[in-house]
């Protein structure tokens, strides 16, 4: 949920789009970038400072957690003449999601497998999952933002791309723009694309 971007909005409706540890809780409890608030776009008008001004009204058209998965993206290669390269979260040898459930306007899940790989000669994929039933193979947008709050990738599954085990959707048809916006056409295994060790935040549409 978004809450509204304009009329009545009350410290309440923060609260619950927010969350809080008790139902004593303060403005300023929900800095951006803090532990109830991630550091998104979305969220630009609210401080980054715990000691900062904030006011009910810096939260016209923000976003709690619930909108929003998370991890620290690794990366992962098997060495050898022809290796296999993983990454992103969830997959060989790489980090856990830290923050595993995502909601948008059409659906609500988890998941905790969010990388590409290259595997040796053979053609690369991008794995992801394992969603809810009736959460695959539908054409929905990602953004990727980094720990400032900066949009670093962006793809869109393609309508009916192939389901694995566990509900997991794997990309194996790895094309230019709008699928990826790697420089060189493919969303596999580089540490620039996915800004290796740094935080991510990432929100589906």
Do not use: C, H
């Not at 999601?97 to 040796?120: A, C, H, P, Q, W």
């Not at 053609?123 to 039933?133: E, I």
Request: glycine letters at 14%.
């Amino acid at each position: 949920m978004v809450l509204p971007s304009s009329g009545t909005l009350d410290f309440n409706s923060i609260r619950a789009e927010f969350g809080s540890p008790s139902s004593n809780v303060y403005l300023s409890l929900y800095y951006r970038g803090g532990p109830y608030t991630y550091q998104v776009p979305r969220n630009n008008s609210i401080t980054t400072s715990s000691s900062g001004q904030i006011a009910v009204d810096d939260f016209y058209g923000s976003a709690g957690k619930g909108d929003y998965a998370a991890a620290t993206f690794g990366y992962y290669n098997s060495g050898g003449k022809f290796a296999n390269v993983y990454s992103g979260v969830g997959g060989p040898n790489l980090p856990s999601m830290s923050d595993t459930s995502i909601r948008t306007n059409v659906f609500s899940t988890g998941f905790t497998k969010n990388y590409s790989e290259s595997l040796g000669i053979n053609p690369g994929a991008f794995t992801m999952g394992p969603f809810a039933s009736g959460n695959n193979n539908q054409s929905r947008t990602y953004y990727y933002y980094n720990g400032s709050g900066g949009l670093v990738r962006q793809f869109t599954w393609r309508s009916g791309a192939p389901t694995g085990s566990g509900g997991d959707t794997v990309e194996t048809t790895l094309q230019p723009a709008p699928r990826t916006t790697a420089t060189n056409g493919q969303f596999v295994t580089s540490p620039v694309t996915w800004q290796i060790g740094a935080f991510t935040v990432i929100r589906g549409f």
